[in-house]
């Protein structure tokens, strides 16, 4: 069991691989960004309080209820209902590492002061993190502009809604059972704003590249470098190398970066302004995710005999296959209100299920 903390500037690969191999960690944040977060808190409740002007997802509702008031006294309550009607999902559920993973990149995403979490509410998520808690999310359910619906499942893990789900011990059980059994309390009530600051962004996206990009790196390293002889391998090996090296900075930048609507900045004297933008977008990830899938159709070109049996034939072609863009092939949501909506959820699904063809290729 080993320390770490966490303060939504820092959250490097390496880090996450430690964090991720402890069977026990104890991650916190710094009292530096606890500090930030209260600060930037203090404005959400200045908001609440009689006169204050209307601001979006913080004393109104949402999406077609952007116009109506949520009085103070009801936003708990509110909060509790919330993530029902944006949780919707379908399939199998996504592995419990990824879903664990989100968790840890969401609390750090928020130690970053600008969604206003409350600091009590950073320490929750971590809590569920460290006690091995892995929410239970539908893998279908994304387009991947915002990561609403597998993001909304993980809410309901760390405020112990009645139908979350949630694995742990190796066992499919309700969220509250599990948080129990870890000793942990079986609910934690949401305030204002606190699930809009959870699900509204692309983490679940981030955390399913993280694990591909995580599985691609450990075949590289297995797989025999090119002698120099075979000139052509050895350049194409390079070049993959070199590719790599590119995507793992993209996801190592989207790491620590702010993904919530509204945002907060300060503007002197302890006073905040809500800025609204397109910050769930995860284009960049989407592109990184299918450059990573052309890669690996590359790698098991680079690793094919000369004369490879049917299965690895076969294999191979289902990698091509997968090595097709799909982040370019942007629709609009939101009847329009979203232009560019860009798959990199289903991009960041592709490259996973192509780093587990690839191994199976180079086993076959």
């Known amino acids: 069991m080993s320390d770490y903390t966490i303060d939504g ?16 960690p104890q991650v916190r944040m ?41 009085p103070a006294e009801k936003h708990e309550e509110w909060n509790q209902t919330l993530p029902y009607p ?46 091995g808690i892995a929410p239970a999310v539908f893998s279908e359910g994304s387009t991947g502009l915002s990561d609403l ?13 009645p139908e979350a789900k949630a694995f742990y011990g190796g066992s499919l059980v309700s969220s509250r059972e599990a948080c129990r059994m870890a000793g942990l309390p079986e609910t934690f009530p949401l305030q204002c704003k606190e699930v809009l600051m959870q699900m509204n962004g692309s983490t679940m996206s981030q955390a399913i590249a993280l694990t591909a ?11 025999e470098e090119p002698s120099k002889e075979h000139r052509r391998k050895a350049e194409q090996h390079r070049a993959c190398l070199e590719a790599l090296e590119f995507i793992g900075a993209v996801l190592e930048q989207e790491n620590n970066i702010t993904c919530d609507n509204p945002l907060l900045f300060e503007t002197g004297d302890e006073e905040y302004e809500a800025v609204m933008g397109c910050n769930c ?57 979203e232009d560019h909506v860009e798959f990199s959820y289903t991009a960041a699904l ?14 076959a």
């Open 9 to 24: 500037y820092d959250l490097t690969l390496d880090k996450i691989a430690q964090v991720l191999a402890d069977p026990s």
């Open 30 to 70: 710094t009292p530096e960004a606890e500090e930030r977060c209260r600060r930037s808190r203090r404005q959400i409740d200045r908001w609440l309080e009689k006169g204050a002007p209307a601001i979006y997802g913080i004393n109104t509702g949402l999406g077609a209820l952007k116009d109506v008031a949520v």
């Open 86 to 131: 944006h949780s919707a999902g379908f399939g199998r559920y996504l592995p419990p590492e990824i879903t664990r993973l989100a968790l840890l990149l969401r609390a750090n995403i928020l130690c970053r002061g600008y969604s206003a979490a409350r600091p009590e509410l950073i320490s929750r998520i971590l809590d569920v993190f460290d006690a």
């Open 149 to 161: 619906a597998p993001m909304a499942q993980c809410v309901m893990t760390v405020a112990g809604l």
């Open 213 to 223: 990009y995580t599985h691609c790196i450990r075949i590289l390293r297995q797989m």
């Open 281 to 337: 977008s995860n284009t960049q990830v989407g592109y990184a995710m299918d450059l990573l899938s052309i890669l690996m159709a590359e790698m098991a070109a680079e690793a094919l005999p000369d004369a490879p049996s049917p299965r690895q034939a076969f294999l191979y072609s289902r990698l091509k296959f997968l090595s097709m863009q799909v982040s370019a092939d942007s629709i609009p949501t939101k009847g329009g209100q």
């Open 350 to 363: 592709k490259a996973a299920s192509g780093a587990a063809l690839l191994e199976d290729l180079l086993g």
